[in-house]
Structures are given as C-alpha cells and as structure tokens.
C-alpha cells in the first residue's frame, strides 16, 4: 500500500475526537500541536465542552460545518469508539485517521477481530489510518502532530525520519536530548492498515528526510521491506535499524543441520547485510549512526583507513582498544606527512596515526596544521577527531574547543574527505560547537563506542554502493533448467541421490570418485576403479542417520573387507530398515589424512529466500556454531570474505604440518551453490553437503554426503 | 609513600605563581578557584601585575609576608622555573605544589633528568607534589581546586572521585555532564612524585569519597597498586578503572607457550577480577558502573537473577538482547508473583520476567504494584527499570514518569533489595526525577549497554564480596618445601625431569605409567611395565621441540618396533644432537584414543605473581586463542569456573561418540599447580604441562610433557 500519506501525515486541518483540558491524550494531543506551532485549522471535538483550549468545541464529526475541510481525524477514544468513528469519518470524507486507543491484536481474539474489521472498513473507504495502540506522529517540517504523549518542549527540525512499532521508542526518540534533529516522528503501533513498509515508502519520497530510523519487533511484509530497502538504496537514503529479537539465536537448538544453524535473526542479518541497512543495538548508537549519515551519505569514505587525532594520549589508547574487532584500521601515513607533522608539532611529541596533536597545546595553528596534514594523507579515507565536548563546559573551555570544531570543518572542507569529531562523554554537545560543526557538514557524535560504530557504519555503506554499482555476473541459469524444475516440482522431500547428483551436475558440480553400485560384483569393480580404501555407504533418503545403524562403513582397504562390510551393511539394513527403499550403495574414496572438513548448506528463508551458509571444520561448527550465512546469490568476493569471516579459517592454511587446503576450490563450490539456490530457489527449500572435504590445493573439493530437500 | 596530601588537595590557602589575567592557565586557576567557592587564601604571584583578578598581586614566593601560612603552591610557569620555584617553597616552609607544565619525562632525556632532579628535591624537602604535565586536581567538597583548565559551571558534589594520568580525561569526567556528583577529581600527569597509588590511598581514606574512578594508562608500582586495592576492598570502597592496553593482545604472537598466551594484559583482567576491580573500557561506562556503586555498594544484589519492568515491549525486547552475554539472567518468578501480577494487569497484558507493565497505562497503582511485586519476589536478586527520563521532556511527561521514579523507589525501600532505573537514550538525567531516585537510593543510569554493564559489575561485585568473606583453604605448602626450594635455587633454567618430577610430587601430582630408562633392556621392560602401545621422548631440558628432529616416536606397539625405534631416536640423536647432555629416554604409554588434549602452564609475572593458564582442545588454542588466565593460587569452585569458560569446554561432555572426560581430575591438577605456582614463586618463573591428556571420567589425566623454568 505504498501511497499518498500526505493528508496524514502532512494536515493542514485535523478533527481531535476526543478533546479535552483534563490532563491525558485529549489534552497533551492540542498542546503538542501549539507546541508544536501547527498553523492549520483544529476542531475539537467532545459533546461534554463548548470550548476547549480556548477553541470552539464540536459535539461531533458530524456537527462540523460541512464547508470546512478536515485533513485527519485524531481519534482520543476507548476501542469501541474507533469504528464507529471511523464510520462518520468515512461518511464526511474524511481519508486519514489516527487512533490512540489500544484494545485490538494485543488483547485476543476479540480484539483481532476488532483490528480486522477496523483493516476491512479503512480498505473499503480508503482511509489511511495509523495505529491503533500508539501514540502517533510528529512531522516537524510540516509543524504537525498527533500524538497522545506530550512532545518535548523543543523538538529541533532535521533531516532524520524515525519509525517504531513501539511507541515508547518514538517517545525515547522524540525525547533523547542528543540534539539531534528530525523531520518525521511515526509510531505504528499494532499496524492494523499502515505498516512500518508504508511508512518508509512515504518516507523514502519525503523531500526532507535523508535518513531512515527503524525500532523493528517484526518484519510484518518482508517482501515489501526488500523493496523498500532497495528503493531506499536507489534513493540514496541510508537505513538505520534496531532489530529486536537476536537473543532467540541463543535459544536455537544446535548445530549440524544448517536449517538450525541458520536462524531468522542470521538472516535478517544477513538480508540486512546485503541491503546495505546498518543494524545496531540500542537507541543511542541508532540515533548516532543516523545523525553521522545525515551528515557524510555522500560523502562516504573510500576505503576503512582511519586518521585518529586527539589531544589526550590516553584516550588515543581507549579508543585504539575500541577499533579492534570493527571494520575500521588505522591507515599508515605518508613519509612526508610524518616530516610534516614533525615541523608543526615539538620535538618530543611522536608524530604518525593515531596522533596526540596536544603538542605544546597550540590549538590555534598547531593543532589545524595537524588534521590538515592527515586529512591531505592519501593512506588515510576518513578523519576521526575525538574531542570531549558536553555541554555546560565554561566559556573559555568552549572558546578553546571551538578551535578544534573550526579545525575539523577546514579538514573537511579542503579534503572533501569525511571527518567525524566526537566526544567520549555523552553529555550532550555544546550548542555553539555543533553549529560550527553542522554548517561545516562534520557530525559531532557522542559516545566512544557509538561513534566508532558509526564510523564503521558509514564504510560498510560505502562498501555496498560500491558492490551495488559493480556489475554484477548473476550468471544466466543453465539451459536445461526449465525441464530440471519441473522434474523438482515431482519430487517431494530429500531427493533420490541420482536425482541430486543432476541438480548438482546441471550448475557445474561434479561430485567425483564415487560410484553408485547395486550389487557385490559392482561394487568390486568400483572398489578397483577408486584405486584405494574406500568407504560403503546406502543411499537412502529416507534414511536420515546412517552411521548410527551402520549403514556406513569406513576404510575398506581389501577386497575382502570389502566383502566383510558389504554383509554387515545388508546385515544392519535388513535388522533396522528391512523394506526400506534404497537408491543403491555408494562406493566412496576414503578422504586423505589432511582434508579439512567443511559444510555447505541452503536454507531457504519464506521472506528472504535462499541463504547459503558456510562452516569449517565439525568441531568448530558444532561447538562454536561457526558458520556464516549471506543471501544467495553470491560472488567469488563475497564468499572468500564469509570464509574468512569464520574462527575455524585459518584450517585452511597450513597448519600443524597439514598442507594448505584448496580454498579456492571451496570458494568456487559455494559460488556455485549460490547460484544454484539462486535459480532453484522456488524448487528447493535447503540443501546439506556436509561433510565437504576440501583436499590438499590444487585437489579439490570432495562432498561426502548430499541431502537435497525439493518443495 | 601512603602519606597525608591534605595540604596539597585541601588546602586552607594557596600562592599561585603565574597569576594573569591574560587568558591561559594563570588566569584559569584563579577563575577556578571563584567558580568553585574557596573560601581560603589566595596569592596571585607575578612580577608584571600589581594586583590580579582584584587581589593584590606579589612579585616573588618570598614577597609574601613570612606571617601568611601557605599550604599549597600552584606554579603555572614553564619547565625550566618549576626546580627554582620549588626551593624557594621549601625555604618557605610550603609542603604541597602542583605543577602544570609539560617538558619532563615525555620529552626525552634532558626531561627524564629534569624530572628526576625535581623528583629528588621534593623527597629532599617532603614536598607532596602533584604533575608535572597535568592540569590538576579539584576537590569539590573543600571547594579548592588547582587546575589549569576552565572548569565547568557547575561540579555538582557526590561520593565519587578520579584518578587519571591524562589531564584530558579528568577534564572530560569534570565536564562529562552526566548528572553525576564528584567528591575528588585527580589528574596526575607524569607523577615525578605522587601517583596514582599515592592518590588511590588518599582517596581510600577521604570521607567524602565512596567510589574511586581510575583511567590507567600505565600501573607503575604494581604492587603497591595492588596493596592499595586491597585496602579499598577492606573499607568497601569499589574501584572502577578503564585500563588502555587490550589492544596489544592483538600484536601478540601466538600462542602454544603459556608465556606468550599469558600477556601483561590477561594478567591484569585476572588481578582487576581476583581484586574486585571493575574494568571497563569507555568513559560513559566509567561514569555510570561508579554511579551504579556510589548508590548499591552496601545493597548489593544476592546473586544474578534480575528482574526487569518497562512500559515498553520494544525495549523489553531489546534489553533481552543485550543482556546476552553478561553474567546476568531473568530470574523465575514464583506462581503466586504471576497470579499477583495477573490480578494487577488487564487481562490481555502478558505477566512474567521480564515484564512489560504498561497494560492500561495505569502508572498510578498498577505500575506500582507490579514493580513491587516483582521486588517482593524471592527469585529475583536486583530490579531493573527500564524507563527513558532525558531532560528537555515535557513537564507533564515529566510528572508521569515521576510515578516510575517513585515506584521505583518504595520497591527498593520495601524489599530492600537493589533497583536500578536506567535510561535508553543518554540524553541527560531530568534533574525532578533524579532527586526523587537519589533520595530513594536508587541510581538513574543512562545507556543501555552501560546500565547493563553497571548491573552486571554489582553482580561481580557481591561475588567478590562473598568469595572474600569465605574461608580460604590456602592449603600449607608441603613440609619439604624448604629442601625443594634450596634446590630449585640451584637450577637455573629448564629442570631436569627428575627434579620437574619431585617438584609436582612434592605437590601431590603424580605423572603415572612413564618410565626414564638409559638401555635399550630397560626400554623393553618399561614397555613390558606399561603393557600397551609406548611412546619414546628423550628426556632433555636443551631440546626444546623433539618432534621437528625426530626424537619423539609414537605408537610403538611391538618388540620389534620398538628396537626400530630405539635405533631411530638415537640415530636421530646423534645427527641432530651430538654431545647434548639427556636425562635419559622416556616410555610412556600412548594415550587412548578419544582422551581430550589439555593445556596447564603457569607464567610468573614480575608484578602481579604466578598465573595460571588453562587450554582445551589443541587446535582451539592454537587458532582461538581460547585460554583463560586466574592468579594463584585457586580453589577448586575458582578452576571449574575457568574452564567452564573455555569455547572448548563442551569437549569435555560427551561428544561425537567419545566418552565424558575426566574433568574432575584437570580441575584438581590445576588446583595443584596453583598451590605449586603460589608456594614456589620465588623459585619458579614459568611452566607448561602441554599436552596433558584428560582421559575418560574416573581414568585421571595424564601429563605428556612437562617443562620447569627455574629462577
């Protein structure tokens, strides 16, 4: 339902059912609008008062003169009132609304109903209505409210837009007190016609908002939430969100199975990831890292190289210990910008990056001629200046400080790179320095770890338009896949192991060495052709567990091993699966000693589709849950960077006199299993190749064990 | 040099050489010193002016009239005129001096010189001198302050007080903004004299001091640093510290030797925690766990089981996230807790642990109820409350969240348990709601994270406490531990096995089934002995890695392998290490499959003692650093928690087919090694039992290797 909000959210009129002086929602709503300096038209409206807030009090809807023309209706009322309210509202043409009132979904059945036919009569007249159970919206530009909760006293105009099921959220947003400024306030509530979804549309085509706070609890359409994020992208307005629910990571059982390992919080993360949405985790660091874009979203920087200046050696330090783990490194400056640096600063102080610039405490020319040198450093993609500046300093303190704002503006003027200042204790930003900093396009951030985070944030943005405008080798799907498809949509559940081997084969997967055999005689001849130990296997899908019952028989070095375990495979299959059908016996290669274990699995998410997920070596997957999880598809890059993400990587090198493995041969599996995914993603509902042997480089990959779910 | 700096940090009156008016550090002081209400004596002193800021100004130290005592010499010139100042002091009598200027030991050798000149000339006179190189100190209840920077307009006064080297860090505390009230703030700059022991002991014993903050850069007297926090702990005094330096343990190179897993910043977590000091790693977090301890340090929380209440469903959700991780938990509330709740709350509204308490929005006499019920509940250890109060509200937000505030605090009176209010956006304190919550005994924390991480320190905190009240089963060194001593005084170096083997039987620790054998019959009867597959090792402490040169030979499980093997090793011998003096040759069974690899080494630090380490698994140490690090010397609650902690810890449990490991056998080995460690520090310098075999439960462990540094 992405459309017209305006009458909404932008009204030039509002009709306040409700309306009152005692102290609540039917109050607080008009003294937000004053407070608010709403210039548009405001009808009260309460039988109980003539007059309320000194304006003229309807008894109605209905008793408004006809003539006037009422953008919104702001509905103050208990739940039973909002339908037939609604009612009158439809009848006068009246197309937005807002209810307060909770008592709908939350409540039970009776009030899903309630929610429901309130959903059905906003459809059929076409009201856009906003809630029930929230508190409302503010839209600061436009000088319009309405909302239940009171606003705080001033509530600055900026270019940052917010979104929260919860209520309280907006309130804490509205409130926070971190001067930074907004330009739409919405509070969804139970969503029951506008969702979070609708409200980005809106906001995305809001000429004054340039930023997207989201508080999620859930992604009701995630569909369209994709969508949203993608035109958002094309729009150039950064998202930022708080994504409640990673704790029911913990709560997941483990491990093997990539379908557990995988989560619904891996994914969102991972969609959020590919979408270029920064995820946080608390309030402050969502209203920072949405003020550092505000400021730097075109201006990203080009790579992760960071500049540090500050003017305290020992919060160099703190903050040093705070970039390990992000994406962020200090870059290595220049020799010339070392010999610079030298000439400006004493003798005794070291010169490089990080930087104490106190030197003798010049701030007026020592410290600038400090930043520039880094900012002008071509090692360097953005200048960091940590610098304490709360509120309620003494004016000389502010008088000096300011000098730092002024150099950090000219740093960023004359290098067009961007430069963030901020301040270790969050209390708050002295107002004359952060209008120097605004005007000269610096954030002025607060909080150590918060402005780091926002740091990062904006390099992992930059990294994203840069993959965004990459051409992208989606390569085409096979040619035969149409026909593929539609032998899947015969099958149902784990997929015969010849079929599986197709669905490999037709994205250019070969699982090699192994044989499929049916009888003893066969199974010799496979045993020759491998030319060494090999290992006995039913292939089965209806046969989840097969070491368990022993059905899986390992290093079989002789012919008449081979014949010993053939007896015990029929002997353990005919005690625990008699008549159970089998796809034949797999004749497998014993893996060499040295093969590092890994997984590679699908699964595919009802939203956001196919995710492929990557573990290495079982012990870390099933006991660290090591393993990365990206949307499908995806490129060579991208997967050597999962790899690499993941604790168990260094496995691959050479490591306790094992040969280096052959990652390129993995990285190029998983590729293909993107893609795989990708095409069949309609087809396939998860995939496990697990256990994947990654032989010695130049080897290959061997994949040991396939389970194919089709549907 | 434990001593009285009350004439320094309160003193009754003071001479300030370097007075102006012109702005900078001479006319800073003096402006202070107003701004903060001393009510003593000051002596602007400058040859230029004959009065300054409208007191009359003296020319010289020595002009001042002989009558006028002066505790405290303020001297803001440069480096060069401290030596001279500094004796005219002595001359006068004057026992106390700050010095701001920079130009000592941070600018190489001239400076270093200076410093130690100055140094010697303040311990010649009993000069308590403060700096060089730092802007000062305030005392807020004295209201006397010598400190170079503008301080803020208002320093309201509390119970909390900081240390820190960099003067930029104790400015940002000064002027944090946080609502937060100081007793003493200390910046101790290069500490020629005085540091921050000397001022931790101070402030231990200020009666206006019930918490230290402390920013470390350095410790430079580590044991003393030591004593001193035993002291705080003594007179239940919490310390709180940001100690800079995590980041080297990223340089560090790996990784199997103890020494280098072990690093100067591991041992200081394990003597932060041995200690009940609180490290933390930003500025806020400094602020707000200090704020935590000012208000709970005597109610502190019986265990770790919190409960939480919000009128917020989304923050509940978000605070669920973030308390992942921390030592904290939802506590379980009794069945009667939810019946009371259920009868409280409107039927739809969801009762439990965490509870969202919102319902009907009743904050009145639900809300109320419900805190209290949850505070009443013996589940529950400590009370958190969720609750945004920024400043800037509207004063009718502020009135209804004043309700919260004052639930908050009859919960707290009434269970007498802790409770803690914290705000979601650090956007200030409302100063109404404050005083209700500081009167109540309640602290209002800003910033979820660093509210979570206060709770999470008070937990800590009560450990600490409880682990201290009980008795300590340092159990006695063994009665032979003289004899040993004199003989590892001897050694210098590796021991020699046989002496490695009465040190760790001297301990209990027996190393069962080797043999050290010289002949190739003995060699045959220890393999007879051992009754099973051997392993051959020569024994000697000048080859430390025997398996790169082939003196260490595995699964020998016949006669006649091991006369091959025997005839290998010292083939191998005399190629690689002819002439090298051997203990002998050790027969050692080889450990049964599916025992579990461990690591135990003991890594003296000069400063801080003999710690401990414990590994797991080979492979996790080696690629995850996973080890964990406790001073000696350690019970065995103390151990089982150590390993509990390792990411290889479930490699104990049953897994993948292998049975339970013995952990009760590693936990008393470690137990053992630490009484070791603790009892032979003097003698012993480091350790590695690397592997030992942790072998199936009710079977021991078994230590493979061992190597003894003495000295």
Not at 318 to 341: V, Y
Not at 491 to 515: D, Q, R, Y
Not at 517 to 538: D, F, I, N, P
Request: hydrophobic letters at 45%; aromatic letters at 4%.
């Amino acid at each position: 339902m992405h459309n017209d909000l305006s009458r909404l959210l932008s009204p030039r009129s509002i009709a306040i059912v409700g309306a009152s002086e005692r102290p609540g929602a039917g109050s607080n709503s008009i003294e937000n609008l004053r407070r608010i300096g709403f210039s548009g038209r405001i009808y009260p409206v309460n039988p109980n008062y003539p007059r309320v807030h000194g304006m003229p009090c309807y008894p109605s809807i209905e008793a408004i003169p006809a003539t006037e023309d009422i953008d919104c209706l702001a509905i103050l009322l208990g739940s039973s009132m909002i339908l037939p309210l609604l009612e009158q509202a439809a009848a006068r043409g009246i197309s937005a609304a807002w209810a307060f009132a909770s008592g709908f979904a939350e409540v039970g059945d009776d009030g899903r109903r309630a929610q429901a036919q309130l959903h059905e009569l906003c459809a059929q007249h076409g009201i856009r209505f906003c809630g029930p159970n929230c508190v409302g919206f503010v839209n600061v530009h436009a000088r319009a409210c309405a909302c239940s909760a009171p606003l705080p006293l001033h509530l600055p105009a900026g270019r940052i837009s917010a979104i929260a099921q919860s209520g309280a959220v907006i309130l804490a947003i509205a409130n926070a007190n971190r001067g930074i400024g907004f330009s739409q306030l919405i509070s969804s509530g139970n969503e029951a016609v506008l969702d979070a979804v609708d409200y980005m549309e809106h906001l995305i085509d809001d000429p004054h908002t340039d930023v997207i706070m989201a508080f999620l609890e859930s992604i009701r359409r995630p569909r369209e939430f994709q969508q949203a994020c993608r035109r958002a992208a094309d729009r150039n307005k950064p998202i930022v969100v708080v994504k409640v629910g990673r704790s029911e990571l913990a709560r997941k059982a483990a491990v093997t199975h990539t379908g557990a390992v995988a989560g619904t919080d891996d994914v969102q993360d991972a969609f959020f990831r590919a979408s270029g949405v920064a995820r946080v985790n608390s309030i402050d660091e969502l209203l920072e890292t949405a003020e550092a874009f505000a400021h730097l979203k075109d201006a990203l920087p080009r790579g992760n190289r960071v500049g540090l200046i500050t003017v305290s050696g020992g919060e160099l330090g703190m903050i040093a210990d705070r970039i390990e783990g992000l994406p962020l490194r200090f870059g290595e400056i220049s020799d010339a910008s070392r010999l610079k640096l030298r000439s400006i600063l004493p003798a005794y102080s070291p010169v490089g990056n990080p930087l104490d610039a106190w030197g003798s405490g010049d701030l007026k020319t020592a410290y600038p001629d400090c930043i520039e040198t880094l900012a002008a450093d071509d090692g360097l993609d953005m200048i960091l200046v940590s610098q304490d500046v709360p509120m309620g300093m003494a004016p000389k303190q502010i008088e000096q400080f300011s000098d730092v704002a002024r150099a950090a503006v000219q740093a960023r003027r004359l290098s067009s790179k961007p430069v963030i200042l901020f301040s270790n204790v969050s209390g708050g930003v002295d107002p004359a320095i952060r209008s120097i900093l605004d005007e000269g396009g610096v954030p002025c951030l607060q909080g150590t770890g918060e402005a780091l985070g926002a740091a990062a944030a904006l390099v992992r943005r930059a990294e994203f338009r840069d993959r965004r405008r990459a051409p992208r080798s989606e390569s085409a799907p096979p040619t035969d896949v149409e026909e593929l498809k539609s032998r899947l949509r015969g099958s149902n559940g784990v997929l015969p192991h010849p079929l599986a081997l197709e669905v490999l084969n037709a994205f250019g997967i070969t699982v090699a060495g192994e044989h499929l055999v049916h009888t003893r005689q066969e199974a010799h001849a496979a045993m020759a052709a491998v030319g060494g130990a090999v290992a006995l296997k039913v292939a089965s899908r209806f046969i989840p567990h097969k070491t368990e019952t022993g059905l899986l028989q390992l290093g079989i070095a002789s012919p008449s091993a081979l014949d010993a375990a053939w007896d015990r495979l029929h002997f353990n299959m005919d005690g625990h699966h008699a008549g159970v059908p089998i796809d034949g016996i797999l004749v497998q290669p014993m893996a060499p000693a040295g093969s590092v274990e890994a997984l590679v699995g699908v699964s595919r998410d009802d939203a956001f589709g196919p995710a492929v997920v990557v573990g290495l070596g079982g012990i870390f997957v099933e006991l660290l849950n090591d393993t990365v999880l990206e949307l499908a598809p995806l490129g060579h890059d991208e997967v050597r960077r999962m790899i690499g993400c993941l604790k168990g990587s260094p496995l691959l090198r050479e490591f306790r006199g094992r040969p280096r493995a052959d990652e390129d041969a993995l990285v190029d599996l998983v590729v293909k299993i993107s893609r795989l995914a990708h095409h069949l993603r309609d087809d396939i509902s998860a995939m496990d190749l697990n256990p994947v042997m990654v032989l010695p480089r130049g080897e290959g990959v061997r994949i040991v064990d396939i389970v194919i779910h089709a549907g």
